[in-house]
Each structure stands twice: as structure tokens, then as C-alpha cells.
């Protein structure tokens, strides 16, 4: 089959690898539909994280061609969308609602790489949900957009406690960013503002139900989100970057009190302890348990009810993967869907 292989920073090939194939009784062999590029990529490839022939992806949907003998809940032929995590879903840790954090948890691009024509999924009933049917193909960017940024949105919306009469600020308009703005709106936040310089994402922020652009950053962005609550800051606020400034920013944007969710993947940052005990805030953050809203994602976007699949700008076959990290590194497009 043929998949994507990062060889070194901005290294990106797309290469023939080794048919997958059942290796645990839980496992199941899929044959992907589509794929995508995500933000957290951009990391190896900017040589901020190690990578060396690294097999690439993590966000996938497609039909299930063969299952192991212990699977129970998929057979060949579903339509089935899977998280970005690998979990079992029975262990103590998934039953309270982390399946990020399952005891057989691994990152679906460690060693799997969904950037290709196939991928083997272990724990399949754990990590898999199949649709009600077989999509139509407008459906397939929605669902494939559940698979890790509409369900990171959702698990940082739902963190920082985002509800009816809160005021939400979200830190960051790529996709994540954008799917906290949608889940914020479908939570019935009353007021939503994005902090956003980029004219093409504020339209989809919009789109999506924010009422408020802030375009400053740092302090300043601090300054005008508590300018715009009465200087209180917002009840919620989901930080989408993962960087020294985007944090603190979302911080200090936290009213006393308030609901920090945090899931922009870390690189280097380092919390004053001292700011964060006076903040006086509640966080919660990390990888997102994807698993855990699925079930209810893949029936709202079934249903037409939310379309997180506009977040997706830039449509490349699989063969031009190398084309698509190049747009999302040098920011012109949000986020590239593969077709396979």
C-alpha cells in the first residue's frame, strides 16, 4: 500500500509500505477513505519534535475490510471513524470518561500512521464507531473531522464548562480552535469570542458561532477580552496552541473562578506557579478523549446538524501529501484533507 513518511523536518514522502495485517484478536484492518493533515504534524516537520521515517497521521474514516476474532461490535463493510487514541473503552480509566488516558492508550500515528491507503487498529470496538450507514461522500469531511479536531474542540468546550449564559474565549483559530467555537455554540454559549488575526478564519469563526474578533495578543489580547466582560474576563476559555504565550494569554483571559480547557499540544511551556495560584482558576486539559463523544458527534453530523467539515480548505490526493504540509506550514490553507 502507499503511505506518508516523514524522513526528516520538511521531509514528507509518500512510499510503499507493508500491507497491514491482523496481529492481536482485537485488531481490525481498515481501508481508508480519507485522511487529513493535522496542526500537531507541523511540529516534526518544523524540527521541533524528533522524527526520522516516521510514519505519519492519526485522524482517519473508512470501511472495515477484515476483524480479528475477538471483535464484537464491526464487521466487513462498516463505515467507521476512529479516534486519534487508541483505547479498550472498559478499562476503569475509560468508563469515567478519559479514554485518552486508557490503560492501552497509544497514539494512533505511533507505529500505525493513517496518512495511507490502509492502517490496523488495535482495540477496535474500543476505538472505532460505525455510522448508522454508508455516508454520503458531503458527509465524509464531516466525519473525518470527528476523528481528533471537532472532538478536541468539544472535550476543551466542555472543560472550560462553556454553557448557557457563559461568555467563552478561544485562544487559537486553526481547526481546533474553530471546532471549540462550533462545540461552544452547540453547548448554548451565550457570547463567544475568537481571538483570530487571519480575515479567512475569522469568516469561519463566524460561521460557527462566535460573536465577537479579537485580534490582539499576549496582554494586550488579555486586556481587551477583560475590556469586553466588564473586566471580569470570560467564564470559559479553551487555549488551541500550545505555546508559552497562547497559554498564558488563555490564563490571564480566565476570569476568577472560571473554566480553562486546555488541549493545544504542549512544547515547552512553563507555568509561574505563583500567576497560576493567584489566577484562582479551574483547568483541565491534555488529550482529548475523543472516544467519548463520538458516538454523539457521528449522530449530529449523520443528522446534519453541525458541519464541522468546512474547517477543511485544501483538498489533495494522497500521492501530494508533500504539497499539503507545505500549505498548512506556511498557513495557506487551515487544514488539509487526503483523499485516498
Known sequence: ???????????????????????????AIIRLTATCICGSDLWPYRGVEPVDHTLMGHEYVGVVEEIGADVKTLKPGDFVV???????NTCEICQAGFQSKCVHAEFVHAGIGTQAEKARIPHADGTLVATPGQPDDDLIPSLLAASDVLGTGWFAADAAQAGPGKTVAVVGDGAVGLMAILAAKQLGAERIIAMSRHPERQELARFYGATDIVTERGDEGVAKIRQLTGGLGAHSVVEAVGTQESFMQAVGATRGGGHLGYVGVNHDVQIPGTQLFFAGIHALGGPAPVRRYLPD??????DRKIDPGKVFDLTLPLERAAEGYQAMDQRTAIKVLLTV
Not at 2 to 24: F, K, L, N, Q, S
Not at 82 to 88: E, H, T
Not at 297 to 302: A, E, G, N, R, T
Request: charged share 30%; hydrophobic share 40%.
Open 1 to 27: 500500500m502507499r503511505g506518508v513518511v516523514m524522513h526528516a523536518p520538511g521531509d514528507v514522502r509518500v512510499e510503499d509500505r507493508e500491507d497491514p495485517r491482523i496481529i492481536e484478536p482485537t485488531n
Open 82 to 88: 476512529g479516534s486519534f487514541v487508541i483505547s479498550d
Open 297 to 302: 458527534l457521528v449522530q449530529l453530523i449523520w
